[in-house]
């Protein structure tokens, strides 16, 4: 966990020094950290629209695209005047990811002007557009330039301390091994996409294709397999047993168990334990 802890405090410090909200997003272009968490309220209402949302993240990929082509931070504004600012972030020498800051504007003459005239354009109602656009936090466009270079600094950073892994190949293998010695804690695709730096989707293509079995499916497996033999070699209580194998809910234990065996664990237990002993 502590690559993701120092991560996430990279990202916190610089959100507190400049009020600008910075993510992390791999190769794939899919966010996988971001300090704060949710989008600005403008952006959030304007991507209501799935149109706006599509729009957005093409981009997006456009900015990525000539980040990766070109190696250096590239700075644009989003069709909404919006800035925004994409580093690289390599991984021994391989892109694995981009560093970027905005949903901000600058303090020159007009720009809040043309943002709502922007919005006005996608919510078809001025008011609404002018309430959200006030409340894009606004930056001297010298002092936007001066965060882009520490923004680029903190990703020539993460870079030059391979905090941002690219697994490649390896990836099902740390994600089997990560199953494996933490079953009996709480795993979810998010718990594995901070942990391994990539998104969920891909987390679960790479794993369902190199052992035939989705992550959660051979998490609830491996599970059951832990459970099936404490049932069969200890006289722990259900719930002791629950909790051990990772259940937290002790009915869902209980009904995905019976899923399987088709009988309770305490039935299980009882023609099990008996003909061990």
Known sequence: MRQEIEINSILKNFYKISGIRISIHD???NEIYSYPGEASLFCKTLQNNASI????????KIAFEEVKKTGEVYVYKCRCGLYEAVAPIYHYGVLSGYLMMGQIRDDEDG?????????TEILKSPIVAKEIAETIKVIDRDLIYSYISIMTVLSEYITSENKLFSYSDQLPQLIMDYIHNNISSKITLSILSQKFGCCNSTLAK????????????YICKLRLEKAEKMLCKTRKSLKEISFDCGFYDQNYFSKTFAKKHGCSPSEYRAKHYQSNS
């Open 27 to 29: 190769s794939e272009c």
């Open 53 to 60: 949302l599509a729009d957005c993240k093409n981009n997006d």
């Open 111 to 119: 720009s809040l002007e043309y943002i709502i005239k922007k919005s």
């Open 206 to 217: 790479c794993f369902k294709k190199e052992y035939g079995i989705s992550i959660m499916g």
